[in-house]
């Protein structure tokens, strides 16, 4: 789980995994290549009055099919979620999600800086001062 978002990023329930995921496997088989894309917002619209699900717990879902080797080639653009055609739509993701990945990490980075300097240096006798 992700600390802040423990009810979006817990495991999969029983229900999700029994009753939910067979659900969002069987239609995004059907969505191959881009011009098939269906978004976040159309699934839960579909899904909403018959099933219990939202766009957070959609997306672990989602999480689970790719890190699962559910339903490989499994991609999103702003388009929505589709399965890749090519390789080079695979690669073009893969390094959309390394950017992303660098993008989190310099955040965290300097996260970590300032808490240093806010609480750590904080802290610090200041050169040149006697107390």
Request: charged fraction near 30%; proline fraction near 3%.
């Amino acid at each position: 789980m992700i600390k802040g978002f423990s009810e979006e990023t817990q495991p999969l329930t029983e229900y999700e995994r029994k009753v939910i995921l067979p659900i969002i496997l069987e239609g995004l088989k059907t969505k191959i290549g881009k011009a098939n894309a269906v978004t976040n917002k159309y699934i839960i619209s579909r899904l909403r009055d018959s099933y219990k699900i939202d766009a957070a717990r959609l997306r672990k879902i989602i999480n689970h099919i790719r890190t699962n080797d559910l339903l490989p080639g499994l991609i999103a653009t702003s388009e929505g979620y589709f399965l890749a055609t090519t390789e080079s739509e695979l690669l073009e993701y893969e390094e959309s999600l390394k950017g992303r990945e660098e993008a989190i990490k310099a955040v965290r980075l300097s996260i970590a800086r300032q808490r240093r300097i806010l609480y750590e240096d904080a802290h610090k006798p200041k050169q040149g001062t006697l107390f």
